[in-house]
């Protein structure tokens, strides 16, 4: 890839996005003319005081699509990132942001906030379903310091058993609580169909202050591809970096899946893609990683909420019939 062409890339997708961004948000039950949805986001943003705009694309836009496809970009490029730091921590392409467990443990505060009908209240499930992801992180590295042998694998099995854990104790709540049994796992398979404004404030900075510490280092991950005692003597501090990035990123899933629910495969198969395409440098592959999850959340969602119109899938389902099949062709050609 050319150094131009390397300069012009990010603001070519920018712009692809924008693009899709105007389609997605013209289709629906309702479907609006371009020319309406860029009038209605042109006024909001002030450029328009004159201009008539009917109340019910007014509605349909500002209030109902604009706050849904939003964040399923923001959701699309932390998962992606997510992966992307995964894979280099476990250095295993095929590992994805939930392995560790936490996004049950978000799904377990959202199933008890169900089962207590917090959902009807101002912080709605976000809330619960935060702490309990968070609790279960904090859980996982407490189990995995526990001993001697202090590394990545141990961090790994640690969050395969609470995972499985908190899994059954699930079960166990929907089977007690069969009234919200379809909110539950309607919630696991994750939508975007009652995101506000709110949460996209909520989830930005959030978003902002932990994608940062991940680019930075990026460059002590790519040293760690070589092996830990080869980082190590390049002076690389391994279980600072490892522990940090981690932390930081599975804050960033918590949040997506407190307000998301949990929608699978982006973070396993939006990395490889890019990785494919752009090479093993961390640093390319985080940021190219953050546009081609975002992209391909925001193709998955409008394919959820308009494939069976008036009714709605979860976008959870979408991206499971296009990630199964890609996880396959990865487990087979590993094999190979």
Known sequence: MSKKFALFLPLILLFAIVLSVLIATSIGVVSIPLENVWQVILAKAGFYDDVIISHIFDLTIWELRLPRIVMSLLAGAS???????????????????????????????????FILGWDLLFFGI??????????????IVGVSKIGKNRNTQ???????????LISAV??????????ELSKIIFWTMGSFA????????????????????????????????????TA??????????????????????????SICGVIGFIGLIIPHIVRLIFGNN???????????GAFFMLFADTLARTIALPSELPVGSITAIAGAPYFIFLLLKNKK
């Open 79 to 113: 998962l992606a990132i997510c992966g992307a730091v995964f894979q280099a921590v476990f250095r295993n392409p095929i590992c994805d942001p939930y392995i560790l467990g936490i996004s049950s443990g978000a799904s377990l505060g959202a199933a008890i906030a």
């Open 126 to 139: 976000t809330i619960p379903a935060l702490i309990t992801g968070l609790l279960t992180l904090f859980v």
């Open 154 to 164: 141990t961090l790994l099995l640690a969050g395969i058993a609470v995972n499985f």
């Open 170 to 179: 699930i079960t166990l709540l929907i089977v007690v609580n069969q009234k």
């Open 194 to 229: 009652t995101v506000t404004w709110y949460d996209i404030a909520f989830l930005l900075p959030i978003m902002g202050l932990t994608i940062f510490p991940l680019f930075y280092y990026a460059k002590d991950l790519n040293i760690m591809q070589l092996g830990s005692d």
């Open 232 to 257: 190590k003597s390049l002076g690389v501090n391994t279980e600072r970096v490892t522990m940090t990035v981690l932390l930081f990123s599975s804050l960033l899933i918590a949040c997506v899946v």
């Open 282 to 292: 961390n640093r390319r592959l985080f940021l190219y990683s953050l546009f081609f």
